[in-house]
């Protein structure tokens, strides 16, 4: 099924390369890195195509499906021992499904998705553009400059109905 083995190391550190915001592109450079690069093997076509295949199932799949499956099981567990006040303590922990899901830590990235915009064009927008202090998720999507995005990310805002051309 897979050409590449996926140990436990490798579960947690692209889990947290994957909610820090990195882009498959990243994941894709590494494994060309570590697979090819450090081995002295050549870089072929095919060989890209067989590592953007595996992160894509990789990400896909592992992460997203099986190992959100399992922290959400994990979880729903852990929450039904815990009170409310352990529970309130530890609520990171709790939402680490939802956020390995989701592809982020950043409550401004996942509150930002929650509006029907893509990881990847939220993520873009926290980079470009922070939010004023006190100021509703809603308003700042409304009034995000969207001369400072590219014709993509540019698109997929504008398609939700957001931003403003200053």
Request: no cysteine.
């Given at each position: 099924?897979?050409?590449?083995?996926?140990?436990?190391?490798?579960?947690?550190?692209?889990?947290?390369?994957?909610?820090?915001?990195?882009?498959?592109?990243?994941?894709i450079?590494?494994?060309?890195?570590?697979?090819?690069?450090k081995?002295?093997?050549?870089?072929?076509?095919?060989?890209?195509?067989?590592?953007?295949?595996?992160?894509?199932?990789?990400?896909n799949?592992?992460?997203?499906?099986?190992?959100?499956?399992?922290l959400?099981?994990?979880?729903?567990?852990?929450?039904?021992?815990?009170?409310?006040?352990?529970?309130?303590?530890?609520?990171?922990?709790?939402?680490?499904?939802?956020?390995?899901?989701?592809?982020?830590?950043?409550?401004?990235?996942?509150?930002i998705?929650?509006?029907?915009?893509?990881?990847?064009?939220?993520?873009e927008?926290?980079?470009?553009?922070?939010?004023?202090?006190?100021?509703?998720?809603?308003?700042?999507?409304?009034?995000?400059?969207?001369?400072?995005?590219?014709?993509?990310?540019r698109?997929?805002?504008?398609?939700?109905?957001?931003?403003?051309?200053?």
């Amino acid at each position: 099924r897979y050409r590449y083995f996926v140990s436990i190391n490798k579960l947690a550190y692209d889990s947290h390369n994957w909610m820090k915001g990195h882009n498959y592109k990243f994941f894709i450079d590494n494994m060309v890195k570590d697979k090819l690069t450090k081995k002295g093997l050549e870089i072929t076509n095919k060989n890209i195509d067989k590592i953007t295949n595996f992160v894509t199932a990789h990400i896909n799949t592992n992460l997203n499906f099986i190992l959100v499956k399992y922290l959400s099981l994990w979880t729903d567990v852990v929450g039904h021992l815990m009170s409310e006040e352990e529970k309130e303590k530890n609520k990171f922990f709790l939402n680490l499904p939802s956020m390995l899901e989701m592809g982020s830590y950043d409550p401004l990235v996942l509150e930002i998705m929650s509006f029907g915009i893509n990881r990847s064009t939220a993520i873009e927008l926290t980079k470009k553009q922070r939010i004023k202090e006190g100021q509703s998720v809603e308003l700042y999507l409304r009034n995000y400059n969207i001369a400072k995005l590219s014709s993509l990310h540019r698109k997929y805002l504008e398609k939700a109905g957001f931003g403003s051309i200053k």
